[in-house]
Each structure stands twice: as C-alpha cells, then as structure tokens.
Antibody, heavy 119, light 111 residues
C-alpha cells in the first residue's frame, strides 16, 4: 500500500519561501510511469494543481505559479519537496502531495498539511 | 476560475440516482482521460474513477463514469448518506503540455 505524508512549517511569513516535503512509503519512486505531485486547496475552494516531478527529476509546473516554484526529488530518501518563493496571503492553503499515474489520475494522496502565510 | 465546469451543488434522496457533469473543451476532456475524486470534509480527495470509466479496487459499482465529446459525467446510484461530499473532476490539457485541470467541485447533498 502506497502512503504519502507531507511535512513542513504550518506558518510562513510573507515574502519568504514555503518549503514542504513529502515522504513516500510502499513505492520505490525509482520506476517510470509515476509523477510525484503537489496540489493545493485554498480555504473553502477547489483543487489547484501546482506541479509534479518524475523519478529522473523532470519537472512540470502550473504556468501560473512556475516562476516561484521548485520541485525536487530524492529517491534515496523516498522524498520529494516543494518550494514556493515570495509567498503572499494568497498562498495560504492546504497542500497535498499525491502520486499521479501516466494516465492522469492521482491515485494516492497525503492527508494534506495546512500552511498559513502571515506575519 | 476552474478550467472545467461543474455544477456547484446537486441533491437527491437516499436510494436515488444523481449525476454530476463536468464540462471542458477539446484540449482537455475531449482528448484526455477523466478522473473523479470524492472529498469528505477535512480529508484528502479519494480517487473514485480513473481513465474516464474505471473504478479502483474497493470503489463500489454504484459509482460510474462516462464521457461524451467535451463533457464527462459521474453517476452515483443507490445514494447513501455517506456519499455526502464534494466531488471533483480532473483531466489533462493537451494544449498546455503537462497541465492538470480540475473542476470547481460539486457538493452532493443526500436529502
């Protein structure tokens, strides 16, 4: 059974960098066909795709966020990470990590971690 | 604003059938698989349907998906109170490379 778990600070100051890590169990992360993903949900709103990375390190970002994003992977630690720079209150959301299949669906999700941007 | 359009809410009585629509374009729904997710309050989304009309193991056959042109539909039969949740459709967007689109979500109320 694949499990994902987000970790990171729940409070970030405006203009700083939001950093989250997702730890994966039950999958080696080293095979193709999967994309390790970040998705967020603003309070009371729908889902917004942030981006994803494959096992080789190729990244795919939401164009609306691309200039502020960095997603990286460390398959030896079975972790992948998200950095969002220059955050504002608009980045306040619950952040989910998830595994995306080649056919497009997100089949396994972390429980989500709330992040608040506030001074 | 979401790329895919869903009705904000739907409702039906226990035991009845409800359908949730997801409208897009040729670049997203029209040329990609569609997935559906169920999100109970305070929890992560759960995959209900993948590749437009396939159910993951453990998802009852009361849930089914279909697609016609640039629209997709999630049908739920034999409604139960436990089905009250938010439902999201999702797909890729061929015109934007690896872009992932979600619908705005539909709140299902079982009356």
């Amino acid at each position: 059974q694949v499990q994902l778990q987000e970790s990171g600070p729940g409070l970030v100051k405006p203009s700083q960098t939001l950093s989250l890590t997702c730890t994966v169990s039950g999958d080696s992360m080293s095979s193709g066909g999967y994309y390790w993903s970040w998705i967020r949900q603003h309070p009371g709103k729908g889902l917004e795709w942030i981006g994803y990375i494959d096992y080789s390190g190729s990244t795919y970002y939401n164009p609306s966020l691309k200039s502020r994003l960095t997603i990286s992977v460390d398959t030896s630690k079975k972790q992948f990470s998200l950095k969002v720079s220059s955050v504002t209150a608009a980045d306040t959301a619950v952040y989910f990590c998830a595994r995306r299949m080649w056919s497009g669906e997100f089949d396994y999700w972390g429980q989500g971690t709330p992040v608040t941007v506030s001074s | 604003q979401s790329v895919l359009t869903q009705p904000p809410s739907v409702s039906a009585a226990p035991g009845q059938k409800v359908t949730i629509s997801c409208s897009g374009s040729t670049s997203d729904i029209g040329n990609n698989y569609v997935a559906w997710y169920q999100q109970l309050p305070g929890t992560a989304p759960k995959l209900l349907i993948y590749e437009t009309n396939h159910r993951p193991s453990g998802i009852p056959d009361r849930f089914s998906g279909s697609k016609s042109g640039t629209s997709a539909t999630l049908a739920i039969t034999g409604l139960q109170t436990g089905d009250e949740a938010n439902y999201y459709c999702g797909t890729g967007d061929s015109s934007l490379g690896a872009y992932v689109a979600f619908g705005g979500g539909t709140t299902l109320t079982v009356l």
